[in-house]
């Protein structure tokens, strides 16, 4: 497998981001990057990204967690961050993802764990709580899904085509795309400073085709075995999509009418907020956080 690393250098200065590099090594020697902030021993927050972006997307709400009394735990993804990046977009499957983050988190020896999910972070990240539901203390879910072959949504089509056929795929352009808010030039060129040139984008180029959103595709099997064990999952499970997400609009009414642990949970709508809610409302989405991981 030929295997691609972002040069160190290209992480230098990031604004907001003044957080220690971790990795660990999974698979046939993949490098695993991630933030660990806060006391090892405090109550554990797991923050999963999605595509195309990477743990800056978590910047300005790992400190309020941290400064709560928590752990925070933000991996990057194979493919993005400062993990290493498979060349041939073949490397990249869904259960290859699920595998190596589950790699990932049995070595970190953790309990009691509030994940916090969005956009592939959900996809990779329920089937993580699916795996290990005794691991997980309860869930705070935000414009993602798990699907399971159903179809896909007019917008998700055009999302589809344009990642596979924009010549050269703008990573930083498709994060200030999906924000409500404007996002600076220097952050424009944080998301984009893991990937070099379009050798790069391997894993971002191939994401949006796994998702399971026809019978066709792989890995229905597996998303309807986790729903599953989610339809037993009575922990607590709350949802805080935003208004003006096209792509993920009303997911939050399938984790609220099938997960007995979102029953009676403060569900929260992120108002004004576009796909990457953590760009636009990063201390309401923390406050969630921190509301629920102090009650579990």
Not at 73 to 97: C, I, M, W
Not at 279 to 290: G, H, S, T
């Amino acid at each position: 497998m030929s295997v691609l690393r972002t040069p160190d250098e290209r992480f230098a200065s990031l604004p907001d981001y003044p957080f220690q590099p971790n990795y660990d090594t999974v698979g046939e020697g993949l490098r695993v990057h991630y933030l660990d902030e806060g006391p090892l021993g405090a109550p554990a927050v797991l923050m999963m990204h999605g595509q195309p972006s990477w743990s800056y997307l978590y910047r300005r709400m790992i400190p309020p967690v941290v400064s709560a009394g928590y752990r925070v735990l933000a991996p990057d993804l194979v493919g993005f961050g400062r993990s290493d990046k498979p060349a041939d977009q073949s490397a990249y499957t869904y259960e290859n993802h699920v595998a190596w983050m589950l790699e990932w988190l049995d070595r970190r020896e953790l309990s009691n764990v509030v994940l916090f999910c969005q956009d592939w972070g959900g996809l990779i990240g329920l089937r993580l709580v699916a795996a290990r539901p005794d691991l997980f203390a309860g869930v705070v879910a935000g414009n993602t899904g798990l699907p399971e072959g159903r179809g896909m949504s007019p917008a998700f089509q055009s999302w589809l085509d344009f990642s596979q056929n924009v010549p050269e795929l703008p990573v930083g352009g498709v994060l200030q795309m999906g924000s409500g808010r404007t996002l600076t030039d220097a952050e424009v060129a944080a998301y984009d400073a893991p990937f070099p040139d379009e050798t790069y984008k391997a894993g971002a180029r191939a994401f949006p085709r796994l998702v399971p959103l026809t019978p066709e595709h792989a890995s229905v099997a597996e998303n309807k075995a986790a729903w599953a064990v989610l339809e037993r999952f009575d922990k607590p499970f709350v949802t805080c999509f935003s208004d003006a997400d096209p792509i993920t609009a009303g997911g939050e009414r399938v984790f609220q009418g099938r997960v007995p642990g979102a029953q009676g949970q403060p569900h929260r709508t992120i108002k004004g907020g576009g796909h990457f809610l953590q760009e636009d409302a990063p201390e309401e989405l923390a406050a969630i956080v921190v509301e629920l991981r102090g009650r579990v």
